[in-house]
């Protein structure tokens, strides 16, 4: 029987209000971002994100085009309503990655509800260990940066195509599937260049695995690696936006930990902490890794971003903004979305399952839950107006 069959209406309406009131909270955030000056009242990047569009004239992504065209127009206040709508998509694109990884093996209306929750998850807070509930912690969960929120949706969106292609390169990549994902990924990265960063290299080392295995054609799996090259030219543009401002006083360096722990008294700990969940799954599926390939996309992905948001660092204008954790940020989603149905299957499985496995997945549920409940309670707080930097 379908999921329709056996819940056929409290299901859908359940993932259907919470989705529509998460929607309804962002777009009345953003209107609220927009009116913030100063203090830590509805703070956020959007303002200093349309100063630098509408003011300075400063294109580096495709938001700024946005926030000018709205400008020009004289309908600016219809941006809440597009950055909500963003906010909607990632759930949207959650929802359809999570039918796509598991073959439909989960029902609708439960990975509906399961992409909200994704989509809400943030760090387990201990007090003391960084200077607040974002700072300093590593989450997916991000409001108040509008380049990130476009970068966040598409970047689900165009691996939604990678992971629908990469099943079966011989027969799924063609001339329709390798144009769409071409402009996904360069869209992706006109939005905001951190998530080619992260994943592109993770994309290659899977690419010379499959030539190597003669696991599809040699020229399909080469013509599929072309399709990064708009996005480079994308990033040599953005590069010359970003940089070359200010006679080429911004630049990045090699610094290991510098903007990583500015807000974090013990790196390690925080980053535990930020994905404990998924750790803990990954410990109990550790003999999954090198056989599950989304499993094995996904850490390697988070781990990519992870070493370029430890290492790397900017001096001048942008100093301490911390501008390579943004990949790192939107791996955390993929982990955590293939922990939670990895837990899910595990869960399934408990009446038959032995006592340490039982206790395991038990705690495994609680500090689930804390991630949630950490998540839910910076989101109210972050709509009522509370600082997102949420410091103590």
């Known amino acids: 029987m379908s999921e329709t069959s056996k819940r056929p209406s409290a299901a859908h309406i359940i993932a259907t209000v919470l989705i529509t009131v998460y929607v309804g909270a962002c777009i009345y955030m953003y209107f609220m971002f927009m009116g913030w000056t100063e203090g830590a009242v509805y703070e956020s990047d959007l303002p200093a994100h349309i100063s630098l569009a509408v003011d300075n004239r400063l294109i580096y992504s495709l938001i700024s085009i946005i926030i000018i065209a709205l400008d020009r127009i004289h309908l600016m206040v219809l941006l809440p309503l597009i950055l909500g709508a963003f906010a909607g998509m990632s759930v949207y694109f959650t929802y359809r990655l999570i039918v796509e990884v598991t073959d439909h093996r989960i029902g609708i209306y439960t990975a509906e509800i399961m992409a909200l929750f994704l989509n809400l998850f943030?760090?387990?807070?201990i007090r003391g260990l960084s200077s607040g509930r974002y700072m300093g912690m590593h989450t997916a969960s991000i409001w108040h940066n509008s380049t990130y929120l476009m970068m966040k949706w598409m970047g689900l969106w165009t691996l939604l195509i990678y992971f629908n292609i990469e099943k079966d390169f011989s027969k799924k990549l063609t001339k329709k599937s390798y144009s769409l994902f071409t402009v996904a990924l360069t869209l992706t990265t006109a939005a905001k260049p951190n998530f080619i960063l992260a994943v592109a290299p993770v994309m290659l080392v899977f690419l010379i695995i499959d030539l190597v295995k003669k696991s599809a054609p040699a020229g399909k799996l080469l013509l599929f690696a072309t399709s990064v090259i708009p996005s480079f030219l994308i990033m040599f543009l953005q590069n010359k936006a970003l940089y070359d401002v200010n006679n080429g006083s911004n630049h990045i360096v090699i610094a290991?930990?510098?903007?990583?722990?500015?807000?974090?008294s013990n790196i390690l700990a925080v980053s535990v902490l930020s994905i404990l969940f998924p750790l803990m799954v990954l410990l109990w599926h550790g003999k999954e890794f090198f056989k599950n390939r989304v499993l094995l996309f996904a850490w390697m992905s988070a781990g990519v971003g992870f070493l370029q948001y430890f290492l790397f660092s900017e001096f001048g204008a942008r100093d301490m903004d911390a501008n390579f954790s943004w990949g790192y940020a939107f791996?955390?989603?993929?982990?955590f979305g293939i922990s939670l149905i990895l837990w899910i299957d595990d869960m399934k499985k408990f009446r038959e399952a032995g006592i340490v496995s039982r206790v395991y997945l038990s705690l495994c549920g609680i500090v689930l839950?804390?991630?949630t409940y950490c998540g839910v309670l910076f989101f109210e707080r972050i709509v009522r107006g509370v600082s997102y930097m949420m410091w103590g």
């Open 369 to 371: 839950l804390y991630h």
């Open 122 to 125: 943030m760090p387990c807070y």
């Open 256 to 264: 290991p930990g510098r903007a990583m722990g500015v807000h974090a």
């Open 331 to 335: 791996t955390i989603i993929l982990i």
